[in-house]
C-alpha cells in the first residue's frame, strides 16, 4: 500500500481583469456602454432577448442604440420574473442574425463597458463565431474595477453600487436601464482613474487599487471546491506550502488557495474538479463553451 497525501481545497480563481484586450486606447477614448438580457445564464444555449447601449464620450452620451430580440424559444418564468420581458414582448422583434450586424456598426471600433463584462462579452463572442463575425473588442469590467476603487463595499451589485454613490436608479434589469445606471457609476470611476493619474487603458490596473486593497482582494473571491493530491515528495512540498500559505495569508472564513499561487506551485501534484461544487461541474452546469 502507498499513502496518498492530498487534500480537498478551497480553491479561488483569482479576480478578473479591469480591461482585457487593451490596445493602448487614451483613456479619453469612446465607450459604448452595454447590458443584455438574456434567457439564461450559458452564451452557448441561452439567447439574447434586449440589447441595449449607450456610446459615451467626454462625460457625455453622445448616441444610443436598444431592441428586443426574438430568441425563437420560450423565456422561462423565473426569467421574465427579472427582467419584465416575456414571449409576447419579443415574438415580433428581430432575430440575432438581423441585429448582430447593427450592433457591430454601432460598437465602431468602441471600447465595450459592462458590469460582470464577461457574461455580456461571452454572449456577443458566442453569436458572432455562429454567424461568422470577427469580434476582438476591447472590453472593460466596471464589476471588477468597483472591487478595487470601492474595497470598504459589502456587496458589487450594480443597484448596490449606485446607492453607495449616490445614484437614483429607476428601474433595474431592463436593458437600457441598466445601460444608463452604468454610465452614471462609470462617470464617477473614470473621473477617480483620471486623479490617480491614468493616462491610457492599460494605466487602469496600476492605478485603480493600493497595495492595501491588493492584500485584501482575495476576501472577494468565489471559491470552488478542488481535491489536490501529491505525486512525489516535490509535490508534497508544494502542498505543504499551499496549506501554508492559504491558512497564513489567504484564510478569510475559510483557507483560500488562489489559483495563480497554485500555477506557480503546480509541480508534484495532481489536480481534480472535486464534487459539484468544483469549477468544473459548475461550468458543465451553466454550459459554458469554455
Given at each position: ?258 489559483k495563480s499561487l497554485l500555477e506557480k506551485y503546480r509541480e508534484g501534484l495532481i489536480i481534480g474538479s472535486a464534487c459539484e461544487a468544483g469549477e468544473l461541474y459548475q461550468a458543465i452546469e451553466l454550459r459554458k463553451n469554455r
Amino acid at each position: 500500500m502507498k499513502v496518498i497525501y492530498g487534500v480537498e481545497a478551497y480553491l479561488a480563481p483569482d479576480k478578473n481583469p479591469v480591461v482585457t484586450n487593451p490596445k493602448k486606447q487614451d483613456i479619453d477614448t469612446t465607450y459604448c456602454v452595454l447590458d443584455l438580457e438574456t434567457t439564461g445564464f450559458s452564451a452557448v444555449t441561452e439567447k439574447i432577448t434586449e440589447v441595449g447601449i449607450m456610446k459615451y464620450k467626454d462625460g457625455e452620451v453622445i448616441d444610443e442604440f436598444s431592441t428586443f430580440v426574438n430568441p425563437e424559444k420560450h423565456i422561462p418564468e423565473r426569467v421574465s420574473n427579472v427582467t419584465n420581458i416575456t414571449d409576447d414582448m419579443v415574438i415580433d422583434a428581430p432575430k440575432i442574425e438581423e441585429v448582430f450586424p447593427k450592433i457591430l456598426e454601432f460598437l465602431g471600433d468602441s471600447v465595450i463597458v459592462a458590469h460582470n463584462a464577461n457574461f455580456d462579452v461571452g454572449f456577443l463572442k458566442q453569436n458572432a463565431k455562429v454567424l461568422g463575425y470577427k469580434f476582438d473588442y476591447t472590453y472593460l469590467d466596471t464589476l471588477s474595477l468597483a472591487q478595487d476603487l470601492f474595497p470598504d463595499y459589502k456587496k458589487y451589485k450594480l443597484g448596490k453600487i449606485a446607492e453607495n454613490l449616490g445614484i437614483k436608479v429607476e428601474v433595474a434589469h431592463r436593458a437600457l436601464d441598466d445601460v444608463d445606471t452604468t454610465v452614471k457609476v462609470f462617470r464617477v470611476m473614470l473621473d477617480m482613474l483620471k486623479k490617480r493619474g491614468a493616462k491610457k487603458l492599460e494605466d487602469i490596473e496600476k492605478v485603480s487599487t493600493t497595495e492595501e486593497t491588493q492584500k485584501e482582494a482575495y476576501k472577494k473571491l468565489k471559491t470552488y471546491h478542488a481535491i489536490i493530491l501529491a505525486k512525489n515528495y516535490v509535490g508534497l512540498r508544494n502542498l505543504y506550502k499551499l496549506v501554508s500559505y492559504s491558512h497564513l495569508d489567504y484564510f478569510y472564513r475559510k483557507p483560500r488557495i488562489l489559483k495563480s499561487l497554485l500555477e506557480k506551485y503546480r509541480e508534484g501534484l495532481i489536480i481534480g474538479s472535486a464534487c459539484e461544487a468544483g469549477e468544473l461541474y459548475q461550468a458543465i452546469e451553466l454550459r459554458k463553451n469554455r
